[in-house]
């Protein structure tokens, strides 16, 4: 959950930063909110989720599922599937590629392993 949190903070950071200095401050703050969220650990992501995205963990699960359109019982190899060809499709390098929706995708699939691992 750590690299969830990472990402969490990478866009809170590089909102904060582009407000405050345009592209040089998003990159910056990208980076800083990556660091401080990512070594903060699994704390900083549960924290995240309740004061950010107001959701409790369960209910992130739930929609990380859905994010990746598998049902909850969904098997590894299903998963691992949906992940693959929802982020090849939304890669930003693709020319309808889609940066927002494949880290959506890329935190959903993080959240249902740090799960499912620790289930």
Do not use: W
């Not at 592209?23 to 004061?51: E, H, I, N, Q, Y």
């Not at 369960?58 to 969904?74: D, I, P, W």
Request: glycine fraction near 10%; charged fraction near 20%; aromatic fraction near 8%.
């Amino acid at each position: 959950l750590s690299s969830i949190g990472s990402l969490a903070g990478a866009n809170i950071g590089a909102t904060v930063g582009a407000a405050a200095g345009g592209p040089c401050g998003a990159s910056f703050g990208s980076m800083l909110g990556a660091v401080f969220c990512s070594m903060a650990g699994t704390g900083s992501a549960d924290l995240l989720f309740r004061k950010f995205f107001n959701l409790p963990k369960e209910r992130a699960v739930e929609n990380a599922y859905k994010t990746l359109g598998v049902q909850f019982n969904a098997p590894a190899t299903e998963i691992n599937a949906a992940y693959r060809a929802l982020a090849l499709l939304h890669h930003p390098d693709r020319d309808d590629g889609n940066e927002v929706r494949f880290r959506e995708v890329c935190s959903a699939v993080e959240l249902i392993r740090h799960h499912d691992k620790n289930a």
